[in-house]
């Protein structure tokens, strides 16, 4: 049976490109800096992100609470949308791990934050309250449709915490998608932001890691938040080989994967019994609402698995809804195929 799975982009496999570069990659032992794969691909990152230095880590979410470690003390507070993966999909780290106050305000349907929200959120100085100290951004929105923040929207928060005082931090696990979907670089996308932690094992398809990004002495701190939450790595290169072909391979394909997603969201807007707007899709992502009655997101996913469609149910206060993510791996047939199967599994 045909298997097409559009549960996440975290599904992709590595390239033969990657596997031959991890089986020949030169390893040393990175805690002590010698690593020369590591070394490559932490100057590439960092050449590619506009910043000073780059850091290996193992995960998104290792790379986002490294950096939040870096960048806050106990006490301190982040600043972030409610809706942001940091708040809601990584176990609240920052504050069980680190002694950080999270200060949630409402992500926007597009993913931003409104700027007067942000600016309230700010505390001022008052024995009783927390001390801020950073701004979080997502780019992509994993939850907000996939949508990819532009560099003025950015730099308008950005504006807002330089006049505060206070960091900023992108957690950009997929923010090479949202500089292809824009027609921007990552550079440009990152310039006005502190420090940014991306994903090499989503769209970008390497098997392991992301990268943190920022200043010279914001990675030497990061170094040292990554050692205390056991990320110190030995011969990493095995993975850094992949996350190099991921750099300079993998990036410019993304945008068959927007064009994919689109052709599904149009496939799936003709189909009765479900609810997508193409014009929402800009990157990867995108969210389908069942409105046939009856008709539950586990259902929907269990039909669909039985024919090799795999989505993922997502929990949902209005209709229930699922997730669907494009991804190498998936081919345009792949999603006429699955467009089949949904068409049958809806008129059945
Ligand atoms: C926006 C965002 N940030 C961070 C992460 C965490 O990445 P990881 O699964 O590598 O920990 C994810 C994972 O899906 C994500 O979507």
């Not at 938040?225 to 991921?246: E, L």
Request: proline letters at 4%; aromatic letters at 4%; glycine letters at 10%.
């Amino acid at each position: 049976m045909r298997l097409v799975d559009l549960r996440s982009d975290t599904v992709t496999l590595p390239s033969p490109a990657m596997r031959e570069a991890m089986y020949r990659a030169e390893l040393g032992d990175d805690v002590f800096g010698e690593d020369p794969t590591v070394n490559r691909l932490q100057e590439l990152a960092a050449e590619r992100t506009g910043k000073e230095a780059a850091l290996l880590v193992v995960s998104g979410t290792m790379g986002n609470l490294v950096s939040l470690l870096a960048h806050c003390g106990r006490g301190d507070e982040v600043i972030l949308g409610d809706k942001a993966h940091i708040f809601i999909n990584e176990q609240g780290g920052l504050a069980a791990l680190g002694g950080i106050v999270p200060h949630t305000v409402p992500n926007l349907p597009d993913g931003t934050l409104d700027l007067k929200e942000v600016e309230g959120a700010v505390r001022g100085d008052n024995i009783h309250y927390p001390t801020s100290r950073l701004i979080c951004l997502e780019n992509t929105h994993n939850t907000c449709f996939g949508n990819a923040l532009t560099p003025a929207q950015m730099g308008q928060v950005a504006a807002i915490a330089r006049k505060h005082k206070l960091a900023t931090h992108v957690d950009g696990a997929r923010i090479f998608n949202a500089a292809v979907a824009l027609g921007v670089s990552v550079k440009e996308l990152v310039a006005e932001m502190d420090s940014v932690q991306f994903c090499l094992s989503k769209g970008l398809a390497a098997p392991v890691g992301s990268m943190v990004c920022g200043s010279a002495d914001f990675i030497r701190e990061a170094k040292r938040t990554r050692k205390v939450v056991g990320g110190g790595m030995r011969q990493a290169g095995i993975i850094a080989a992949a996350g190099v072909v991921a750099l300079e391979q993998m990036v410019d394909r993304l945008a068959d994967d927007h064009r994919n997603a689109r052709a599904f969201a149009e496939g799936v807007a003709q189909i009765k019994g479900l609810v997508c707007d193409p014009r929402r899709v800009v990157t990867n992502i995108l969210y389908v609402d069942i409105s046939k009655p009856g008709m539950s997101s586990a259902e929907f996913v269990a039909k669909l698995a039985a024919d090799g469609v795999r989505v993922l149910s997502r929990p949902s206060t209005g209709l229930p809804q699922v997730r669907v993510v494009t991804h190498y791996g998936i081919e345009a047939e792949d999603i006429t195929y699955a467009l089949g199967v949904i068409k049958r599994v809806m008129e059945g």
